[in-house]
């Protein structure tokens, strides 16, 4: 296992919005989906969503992605039911992100509520998301991440390991840092080897740590953010099966749902954007007016 190497030629990944490129996103596990949106849309959208973020804090609907690194916090709620982002089609069913993911996922694209805010600065270490026990590697849900502050040129975004969906370990596929600018998507397979909060250093921009190294690196040597970071995140997948499967995974507590957008006027709302929008568990929307 390489613990540090020349970060990968970033055209491995990269696709237009226009036309992604599936046979990428199966090879590697993800791709970076240039220009999705305009640079002043995102900035835009931050606006809307630091507002989110301020209420939320001011409220207490927050709560730690993980209990060991409480800097980084999850907002409470879905993009959907989240006001504030209205104007901005709730940023998941913006008509070019749809089309985005029906040409990754197929016509038939769905919604179960899986979505967030993310703020904050916290731990790294690789993961995967989910893995399906019954379906093959390049098939089940696609996580979709939109920054809201460059990364091309800072530290604390995204790594990930590329091709590592086709092994149920996290420790196999080679590093990439992903230069995200203001605009840009990734997508990458639910069962791709990932890690937030990458390091960059000032010396070697090039150069790609793994996190344990990356936790060493005093801050003077980083490449530091200029905006607090900000993220959104939300899963899409081909209907069938293994969404209830997902589903089992992550709505292990049903209470949590309650705040989650669903009732016929969100269903609406999403089958005119070309998503179908399905109830995740029993108690899906039911604090939602």
């Known amino acids: 296992m390489w613990l540090v190497h020349k970060n990968p030629n970033i055209t491995d990944i990269e696709v237009s919005a226009e036309q992604p490129d599936l046979a990428k996103l199966r090879r590697h596990g993800v791709v970076l989906v240039r220009r999705a949106l305009e640079a002043h849309e995102v900035r835009a959208i931050r606006t809307r969503v630091e507002a989110v973020v301020a209420t939320a804090f001011r409220e207490n609907r ?49 919604y179960f509520g899986d979505s967030c805010i993310r703020v904050g600065s916290g731990g790294r270490g690789f993961h995967k998301d989910f893995i399906d026990p019954v379906l093959g590697p390049t098939r089940g849900g696609l996580r979709f991440v939109l920054y809201l502050q460059d990364h091309a040129r800072t530290s604390g975004g995204l790594k990930v390991r590329l091709g590592s969906h086709r092994f149920s370990s996290r420790h196999f596929g080679r590093m990439m840092n992903v230069p995200t600018e203001l605009g840009d998507l990734v997508v990458f397979y639910l069962r791709a080897s990932h890690t937030g909060h990458n390091v960059r250093l ?78 995740a568990v029993p108690e899906h929307g039911l604090d939602v007016p």
């Open 202 to 279: 000032r010396a070697l921009p090039n150069l790609c740590l793994h996190p344990k190294l990356e936790n060493l690196v005093p801050r003077r040597f980083q490449f530091a953010l200029t905006q607090e970071r900000l993220c959104l995140l939300w899963t899409f997948a081909a209907p069938g099966p293994h969404i209830d499967r997902y589903l089992r995974w992550i709505a292990r507590d049903p209470r949590a749902w309650r705040s989650f957008a669903y009732n016929q006027r969100y269903v609406e709302l999403a089958a005119r954007r070309g998503v179908r929008l399905i109830k």
């Open 62 to 110: 927050h709560a730690p992605v993980d209990p060991r690194y409480p800097a980084t916090r999850s907002i409470g709620g879905d993009l959907l039911s989240m006001p504030e982002l209205r104007d901005r089609e709730y940023v998941m069913l913006d008509s070019r992100l749809v089309a985005v993911a029906r040409r990754l996922l197929g016509d038939d694209v769905t």
